[in-house]
């Protein structure tokens, strides 16, 4: 038997060029190739993006304690629980964390550049090119991103997986606000533009966390290429009100206030597969509820799961969402 392969290539985006952060433009993309991979035949793709903060290749990590991404995809589909499948494992990171896979002023064409890589991958690789055959999946950002490209691309994604996304961000974000002020007014406002040009105190711990992934979002949700920092921030710095044109601005990335415009895209998909921990420390099983509740109403098939844990190292989930949506692949071909 061949065993699987992870093949690690630099490829270098067209898309990314000139992004106002100057990120990297060539970044590593791994790419795993099933046991037993045979080019004369064509294979299912699954697209699978991490939270804010890391990269594909966090899924490769080896733990003591923990299967990294190869050794569940061998186990899932040596045991004959999933199809074969090709996994590409996107460097979607900013010096910001991440984009949330979204195009902005403030940060660089993400969304394009999950486009640009599907297009690279089924030049390079054996891959079924039929969104029906495609997969998008991750967790936390992650989760957000497959829903987002789900319902904006599903003539490309035709099978989402969405564990533990952001949506609801009256109570996902919102309550985040105050407590960001609170560090800010700590920090002092003379040296604010300089974390705000490099937040890497934030990202290794020395400065709260809260900092960084507010402004992450800022940039991701409602920049501004006239503001000081390139977005604007939701609320008053001082008084810590939200200043509602910009906060309108971030709820129209909101998933449950997009449904609204994407209601025939989702039910378009393949297949829609949603979960969330009971406990998740961030009340995003709230925040699923009511976008379930909303994807009910507008009559959009989906699947949709609670499980008892948090919102952190959940990635055994993935053999649940894999599982479903490779049985649903398995009747197209019947």
């Not at 991750?138 to 969405?162: C, K, L, Q, R, W």
């Not at 604007?232 to 997009?258: C, K, N, S």
């Amino acid at each position: 038997m061949q065993e699987s392969q992870v093949i690690i290539t630099k490829h270098t985006s067209k898309v990314l060029e000139g992004n106002p952060r100057n990120d990297p433009i060539t970044r590593k993309l791994p790419v795993y190739l099933p046991p037993n991979y045979d080019p004369s035949q064509s294979y299912p793709t699954a697209y699978m993006l991490t939270g804010i903060g890391f990269r594909g290749m966090k899924l490769l990590n080896d733990s003591l304690w923990e299967e990294d991404i190869q050794e569940r995809l061998d186990r899932l589909i040596l045991s004959g629980e999933i199809l074969p499948l090709i996994a590409v494992l996107p460097d979607c990171s900013t010096s910001y964390g991440g984009a949330q896979y979204l195009n902005t002023s403030a940060l660089g064409n993400y969304q394009d550049y999950l486009l640009e890589l599907v297009d690279y991958v089924d030049a390079t690789y054996s891959t079924v090119k039929d969104p029906n055959y495609r997969i998008i999946m991750g967790h936390s950002s992650g989760g957000y991103g497959a829903t987002i490209m789900g319902m904006m691309h599903p003539e490309v994604f035709g099978n989402v997986a969405d564990h533990s996304g952001d949506k609801n961000f009256k109570t996902g974000y919102k309550p985040d606000f105050l407590p960001f002020l609170i560090e800010y007014e700590k920090m002092g406002a003379e040296n604010f533009p300089a974390f705000v040009a490099d937040p890497i105190e934030a990202w290794t711990y020395k400065k709260p966390f809260i900092l960084a992934n507010t402004i992450a979002m800022a940039a991701c949700y409602s920049p501004n290429p006239a503001s000081e920092f390139g977005f604007d921030f939701p609320f008053d710095m001082h008084t810590g009100e939200l200043i509602p044109e910009v906060w309108q601005r971030w709820l129209a990335h909101d998933p449950v206030y997009l449904i609204d415009q994407y209601a025939d895209a989702l039910r378009s998909l393949n297949y829609y597969y949603i979960d969330c921990g009971a406990y998740d420390q961030y009340n995003l099983q709230f925040s699923a509820r009511i976008y379930v509740r909303e994807l009910e109403k507008h009559n959009v098939p989906h699947f949709y799961e609670e499980y008892p844990d948090g919102h952190n190292n959940v990635y055994y989930r993935f053999d649940t969402s894999l599982k479903r949506i490779t049985d649903k692949i398995k009747d197209l071909q019947s």
